[in-house]
């Protein structure tokens, strides 16, 4: 029997960062786009570096964006919409309780503040392959905050000598990168009905409620959909 390779936790840690360093490339690209983004719709530096440090969740930060009006901000309905959004990080930190388990609740707890699509899915597929540690999880899940602070800070710094950002073709940039965010999601054809579900209410709430409630209605109406979808297609295994 081998005797356990020394700083085993420390190079399980480095190889979560090697690993993950493509991925984290990816969301700086869209990390800069939040940060133009988010200074044409009126936060300053500091509310950036606040929301993408502690918030830290770039779906719900871009849903917030539009619904983002300073002087008036719609506190409960952002809370609402960012909570809606952020459900399956919820579902993704259940599946890693075996992995934090040997941790101290507190340290398990702040482990899970890393949990996000990527270091999730990266992490669970090296599990399957017997190769992966609480130290490998949290050097993806560090990288990923460190590339998403990094690039939504610099993203509004530059944004702020971006007078028009129609010229660049940022308009269409919350749109392009909410899509892409939306296909990365995308598990197979057991999406389609909570996500045309979502889409439709959304569509009708907001041709009759002024204001963003459309976001809300849809994020409730959609995961409705799909736990009940869900709950039908284990009814038909049973039966």
Known sequence: ???????????QFWLGIRMFTPVAISIAAYGLVWGVLAGQAGLSVAEVALMSGLV????????VLDMWMPGSLPIASIVIATAIVNLRILLMSATLRPLLAPLPR????GATFFVTDESWAMT????????AGVAFFLGTGVLS??????STLTGRVLGAFIDDPARYGLDFAFTATFLALLLGMWKGRGDLVPWIV??????ATSRLVDGNWYI????????????????LKERRHVA
């Open 124 to 131: 669970m597929t090296e599990i399957r392959k017997g190769g």
């Open 198 to 203: 979502a889409a439709l209410a959304a569509i």
């Open 216 to 231: 809300i209605v849809g994020g409730l109406a959609g995961s409705l959909a799909g736990a009940v979808a869900e709950w």
């Open 145 to 150: 905050w460190l590339a998403w602070m990094l």
């Open 1 to 11: 029997m081998h005797a356990p390779a020394p700083h085993h936790g420390r190079d």
């Open 106 to 109: 507190w340290r398990a707890l």
């Open 56 to 63: 830290f969740a770039g779906s719900s930060q871009f849903v």
